[in-house]
């Protein structure tokens, strides 16, 4: 689909001709949950003349799949893909079109990833698009609705997407982030959650990304990562990934003198996820004790006053 247009490098829309750049081309595989795969490929479906398609969200845990579920389904659907990877300072023209000042002092205008997938007909992933501020997603609102355009002041033009253009959005489940304004929500639906994998599917996804580990260190992690979803614990097959790749490198170091594969596992288990990590029933009971004081029941004063108000019943003041 559209393999005509991945090859132009520029393209001239009102006069202005803007530089594009080039897709990625990663061959991720996807492994178990079949479900949300098939979820995402119904959101970008169109199934009349007059349907258009769904930008969803995908949220969930770090590591767990988020980002190489879209990579996927944009590879099956046989489209260019573009990821922009969002920020706390992305600005509006790093997100549509950004002019860059040639040596002949002239200047030239760069379209965006998001640009590119819009203009090639391609498949663009807003990648942790949590970190980015309101004014950046405010530019995206006419995008991300039935009038598929958007504004770029720096250029002075109106781009259009092509009928083909779809777009996700990937969010975590952490707090490091902005919040994103709810007439941005709305338009970023619906909202597909990623859950931890289970045991077969958790251990496919360690085998295929490290085919040469042994089984017995394979399962050993798998049991270790299975154990701690079960405590709603955030490791994440991405964790499980570095704690094999880190063990079996310093297994390799020492053939003279081999290591205990048991030593060696939970060295990589600490030195990856911490000392904490070693015993996760204590680290559960940790985490729902700081949940429940971050949760402390709050009196009626609460409702009237903000904690440092004097009038506040419970003031010392
Ligand atoms: N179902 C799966 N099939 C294949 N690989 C997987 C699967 N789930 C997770 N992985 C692997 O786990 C790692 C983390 O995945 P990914 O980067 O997509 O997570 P993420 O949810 O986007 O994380 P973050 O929120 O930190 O961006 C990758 O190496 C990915 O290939
Ligand atoms: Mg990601």
């Known amino acids: 689909m559209n393999k005509e247009n991945i090859s132009k490098e520029t393209k001239v829309i009102d006069g202005v ?11 991720p595989t996807w492994i178990g949950q079949d479900e949300i795969l ?14 258009y398609p769904l930008s969803p969200r995908i949220t969930g845990m770090p590591g767990t799949g988020k980002t190489t579920l879209a990579m996927v389904a944009a590879q099956q659907r046989k489209q260019p893909l573009y990821i922009f990877q969002c920020t706390s300072d992305t600005r509006p023209e790093d997100l549509l079109v950004t002019p860059v000042l040639s040596e002949k002092g002239s200047i030239s205008y760069h379209a965006s990833p998001l640009v590119c997938a819009m203009i090639t007909g391609g498949i663009c992933i807003l990648d942790e698009g949590n970190r980015m501020n309101e004014k950046s997603w405010a530019s995206l609102a006419p995008l991300l609705d039935h009038r598929r355009y958007v504004e770029s002041i720096i250029a002075g033009i109106q781009i259009h997407a092509h009928k083909d253009f779809r777009a ?3 969010m975590n489940n952490d707090e490091s982030t902005f919040e994103i304004p709810d007439y941005i929500l709305s338009r970023l639906q619906p909202t597909l959650n ?6 077969e599917d958790e251990l496919e996804i360690l085998r295929y990304h490290l085919p040469f580990s042994e089984e017995d260190l394979l399962k050993m992690t798998v049991d270790f990562l299975q154990k701690s979803h079960q405590l709603d ?9 570095h704690i094999l790749q880190y063990a079996l490198k310093r297994l390799s170091q020492e053939k ?4 205990s594969k048991d030593e060696v596992w939970k060295e990589s288990v600490s030195k990856v996820l911490g000392e904490d990590a070693m015993d996760l029933d204590s ?27 004097p009038l506040h019943p419970d003031s010392d003041t």
């Open 283 to 309: 680290l559960a009971a940790k985490n729902r004790r700081s949940l429940q004081d971050k949760h402390l029941p709050m009196g009626l004063g609460d409702f009237f006053f903000n904690d440092d108000n």
């Open 17 to 27: 001709t803007l530089n594009l750049s080039k897709p990625d081309t990663t061959q």
């Open 233 to 241: 614990l955030e490791f994440s097959p991405r964790d499980g990934i």
């Open 256 to 259: 003279d003198h081999p290591l």
């Open 194 to 199: 990623m859950c931890m994998p289970g045991y």
């Open 38 to 51: 098939k979820q995402i490929h119904a959101c970008w479906m169109v199934v009349s003349e007059k349907d």
């Open 168 to 170: 996700c959005v990937t």
